[in-house]
């Protein structure tokens, strides 16, 4: 059978009323079969909290629980349709955000390149948003790229606010690269989240997809109340203890006991 584009549980994941036993609003589907009219607008998720986006976090790890390999070696975890999935999820939201260490690892483009083609329009392209305390996005790297190319939106780089000097000249060559620094409070370089998600609601973004890496991962699942939807693709495969993973401090907040 072919499958309906976007997938119609994530619409009906991250759209209003997916919790709720009353039917949201109606919604179109694009339906890749059918197809004549390419402009298709596919709607964002609403957070409940007007003063914060809407959270889904996302991301694909093995059976063990690692997203990464040996050394952060980036791993092909994903199917291909676990990764259209994702993209359609990346268009979906108005944002999208990694941690400085995915950015210096991967150095991914973050974009919807894996959608089926249209033909009159595009996608909508999530703003990247790199965490980045200490300022360390490399200049030249895809993200910059492809802002300055026109195939991205603006990066936003999340900077702890500092008034040491290398802070400032590295604020200013990111941002004359075509970057956009954002100055949060932070502590020991860790980025209070619910800080995070009031400024970018502020900013104007509705709704946030978070990818990782391991320690962004770990910040999210720590800080009650930051995320509205968990997307997680687990690959039928085992990594490692020496992988990356993201959950060895985490501890339960549901109250469960340890049997
Ligand atoms: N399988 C998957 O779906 C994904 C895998 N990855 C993998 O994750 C690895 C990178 O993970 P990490 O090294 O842990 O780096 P990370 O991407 O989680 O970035 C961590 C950095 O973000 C900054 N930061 C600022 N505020 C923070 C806060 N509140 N919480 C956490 N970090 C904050 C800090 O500078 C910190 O060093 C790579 O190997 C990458 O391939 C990354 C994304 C998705
Ligand atoms: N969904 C998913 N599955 C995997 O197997 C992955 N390795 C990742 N990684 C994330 O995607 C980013 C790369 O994005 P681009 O392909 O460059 O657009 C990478 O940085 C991770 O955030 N995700």
Avoid at 136 to 150: A, F, H, S, V, W
Avoid at 190 to 195: A, C, K, L, T
Avoid at 246 to 254: H, K, P, R
Wanted: charged fraction near 20%; aromatic fraction near 6%.
């Amino acid at each position: 059978m072919e499958q309906l584009f976007p997938p119609v549980f994530l619409l009906r994941t991250l759209l209003p009323g997916h919790n709720q036993f009353a039917p949201g609003p109606p919604v179109a589907l694009y339906d890749k079969r059918s197809d004549t009219n390419d402009q298709y607008k596919i709607p964002t998720p609403t957070s409940p909290d007007p003063a914060k986006p809407y959270v889904t976090l996302t991301f694909a790890q093995s059976l063990d629980a690692k997203i990464a390999g040996v050394g952060g070696k980036q791993l092909t975890l994903s199917g291909k349709d676990s990764m259209v999935m994702t993209h359609w999820m990346r268009t979906m939201h108005d944002a999208i955000m990694i941690g400085i260490g995915t950015a210096l690892n991967d150095n991914p483009q973050l974009n919807t390149r894996h959608l089926p083609a249209l033909s009159g329009s595009k996608y909508h392209l999530p703003r990247p948003i790199i965490l980045d305390s200490s300022l360390r996005l490399p200049l030249d790297c895809k993200l910059i790229q492809n802002y300055k190319e026109g195939r991205g939106r603006r990066p936003w780089v999340i900077g702890q606010v500092s008034e040491n000097s290398d802070w400032v000249t590295r604020k200013q060559a990111l941002e004359a690269a075509g970057a956009r620094v954002i100055e949060v409070k932070g502590e020991n370089g860790r980025i209070s989240i619910p800080v995070l998600l009031t400024t970018l609601r502020t900013l104007g973004i509705r709704s946030l997809m978070v990818e990782g890496g391991a320690q962004v991962i770990r910040s999210f699942f720590a800080e009650a109340n930051s995320v509205n939807t968990i997307i997680v693709t687990v690959a039928p495969t085992f990594v490692g203890n020496d992988g990356v993973g993201y959950g060895d401090d985490l501890v339960s907040t549901a109250g469960c006991a340890v049997v």
